[in-house]
């Protein structure tokens, strides 16, 4: 086996690159079912390495086995690591939105008081003059910025006043809402899953500007994750926020201290 490494040093090389190359690009999407063809080939994988741990196959066949398994071996390691690579990357992610949010309604309060001082000031230019001194501020960041850019582009969805039959939907099934997340959507009048699916492209600019993290509903696929949990489906996500492996608020009910 050293002597099948030593040879095949950069395609070796490559398989692992490609291992790493999918398993963090698949790793971000939400698991809707187990794949029977990827449980047969990792059965498949599994009796190859049995058969060449033991030496089944003689000869060049033998040869032939041995080098699928190194190349098989060298990919999945690639997944394998790929994979963490994205998870901590997500929740390293995750954690620095929570600033971002709270930038972004100190951005839009401070919009909505200037908007105020100036309606108040256009009744008299001598006022205007002083209460213009008196709320001037630094610019916002570029991360408020981008937010406030979204929601103009973008337009808000319709909300409803109480969730219906008086129970709001878990909303904190799918990936990338929270608490926080949650609780702002419950103040735009979004409580169910169908809302979220029913979603336009401009809807969901409008929303990610308001939760201060543009493109994130694009990315991380709320609508697509929204339109399973309204069908009765179930994610892999969803499945691990059921069994307590996520912590979270079902109800619509505070967090515990």
């Known amino acids: 086996m050293l002597y099948l490494v030593q040879t095949f040093t950069a395609p070796l090389l490559l398989a692992l690159a490609g ?11 939400e698991d809707k079912g187990r794949s029977a063809w990827a449980a047969l080939a990792m059965t498949v994988f599994a009796l190859m ?7 089944w196959v003689p000869g060049r066949p033998g040869l032939w086995l041995d080098t699928m398994v190194l190349f098989g071996a060298a990919y999945l390691l690639g997944c394998i690591v790929g994979a963490f690579a994205r998870v901590f990357t997500d929740k390293a992610e995750d954690a620095a939105a929570e600033p971002l949010q709270q930038m972004a309604v100190a951005g839009q309060a401070f919009t909505s008081g200037t908007e105020a001082v100036k309606a108040v000031a256009g009744a008299t230019t001598a006022v205007a003059g002083l209460v213009g001194e008196a709320v ?14 979204a929601m103009a582009q973008g337009s808000k969805p319709q909300g409803v006043a109480t969730p219906r039959s008086g129970k709001a939907d878990e909303l904190e099934l799918i990936r990338g809402i929270g608490p926080q ?29 308001y939760l201060a993290f543009p493109g994130r509903i694009e990315r991380e696929d709320w609508i697509g994750q929204a339109k399973l949990l ?23 009910r505070p967090p515990k201290a």
């Open 136 to 149: 001037a501020s630094p610019p916002l960041s570029a991360s408020a910025v981008a937010a406030s850019e």
């Open 19 to 29: 291992g790493l190359a999918v398993g963090w690009i698949t790793s971000d999407r």
């Open 230 to 252: 309204a069908a009765g489906g179930t994610t892999s996500h969803a499945d691990r926020v059921r069994s307590g492996e996520i912590t979270s608020t079902p109800d619509g």
């Open 49 to 55: 390495v049995v058969a060449a741990a033991l030496n």
């Open 181 to 209: 997340n949650e609780a702002r959507l419950h103040a735009l009048g979004v409580f169910h899953f169908d809302q979220i699916a029913a979603w336009t492209p401009r809807e969901a600019q409008w929303v990610g500007g």
